[in-house]
């Protein structure tokens, strides 16, 4: 906590060693943990300033449950169980919000109610910029800034839906918006952004899932340090930080098919999920491997031969510069549609809607030599795009540091 903060402010700060260096003032990311992906990317953003020379501390905030009424985190909350439990609802949430209308009756109502909670924090960290990670918080916070007095503080939007963008991402005020895809480039400049404030740099990432591509070498490795059979085919089974997406379903489909694989089960915060796939007895020759929150999903990315998910941005980003291709068995209705699009026209993966093509598509391509597998692996290089972070985190420094000298 900063020591002139007030009471009700809580600050996460990465930790910043910088020997004889002297950052410019700080910069204030702010997310929402809806899902794990607006956090992941700030997360990521805030490592790669800490490497910077000169460039502001990051310091993250959550405003919904740190600046708002409680009312609003309640229902910001909802987000979690709508997902996992009422996906078409959410669905229809989503379209019924995407339009200008709907977007301007928000910034005047719940939008509002962010307001003079972010407006107390920025004035106690009076940061050199401020970088919006979620969609719900732009507006509020460039109303904020607007307001301000004295040196303007720049306000940069970093989106982190990769196909589908929500009209609440389109945010007029924005100095600089990042997009995580050509795809999203298209859709804010159709808003009316203008160019030169649009930088298409890809999603970040966490800088340990893009590491090179492993080797056939390395994944034996990291199985053995992970627990596994170095020699057998691995694949991946997750729903994002959730545990969504059919999770016991589709691990049940694998296991009762009898091939020739170790499954890997990530369940996330789904602890009921887990808790029944732990009593689960696969077909042999299929093991079994059943985890609940890890804190390497990286290792285990690189370490398997096939990943099966839903289309999260994050994992699908992840997954991209990890070198693992994928099988998308759903997604979530609204933004992530058109992720599945993106995936499989870049060759990275394959659409598995259902139980049998899952079973199928995993049977061929764990066979030995499989030439479709080496395929994706291929593409995935050339999807992949590791330096996300590290640009963006060179372009929000260069923006404050800009800001603090002024206008010529």
Known sequence: MLPDAPATVSLTSIPVRRPGRRPRGTVLLLLADTGGGHRASALAVARELVRLPDAPVPHLLDPFTHAAPRPVGWTV??????????????????????????????RATAFRLLEPGLEELIDALRPAAVVSFHP?????AARVLRRRPGTPIPLITVVTDLVDVHSAW????????????PAALDRIRAAGIAAE????????????????????AERRALRRVLGLEPGRRTVLLSGGGEGSGGLLRRARALCGA???????????????????????????????????????????????????????????????????????????????????????????????????????????????????????????????????????????????????????
């Open 258 to 408: 009898g091939l020739d694989i170790q499954l890997v089960v990530i369940c996330g915060r789904n602890t009921a999920v887990r808790d029944r796939l732990l009593a689960l007895q696969p077909e042999p020759p299929t093991t079994l491997h059943v985890h609940g929150f890890v804190p390497n999903m990286a290792e285990w990315m690189r370490a398997s031969d096939l990943m099966v998910t839903k289309a999260g941005p994050a994992t699908i980003t992840e997954a991209l510069c990890a070198g693992v291709p994928l099988l998308l068995t759903s997604h979530i209705p609204g933004q992530e549609r058109g992720n599945v699009d993106l995936v499989v026209t870049v060759g990275a993966g394959r659409h598995v809607p259902g139980e049998a093509a899952l079973v199928d598509a995993v049977a061929e391509l764990v066979r030995p030599g499989s030439v479709a597998l080496l395929a994706m692996r291929e593409a995935l290089v050339a999807a992949s795009r590791p330096e996300a972070s590290a640009a963006t985190a060179r372009l929000i420094s260069l923006l404050a540091a800009r800001a603090a000298v002024g206008p010529r």
């Open 170 to 181: 389109i945010c007029e005020d924005a100095d600089a918006v990042v997009t995580p895809s």
């Open 77 to 106: 909350g909802l987000y979690s169980p709508l997902i996992r439990h009422l996906p078409p609802l959410w669905g229809a949430l989503f379209h019924a919000s995407n339009s200008r209308p709907a977007l301007a009756a928000l």
């Open 136 to 140: 719900l918080v732009n507006h509020a």
């Open 197 to 216: 404030r649009c930088f298409d740099l890809g999603l970040p990432v966490d800088e340990s899932f893009t590491a090179r591509s492993a080797t056939g």
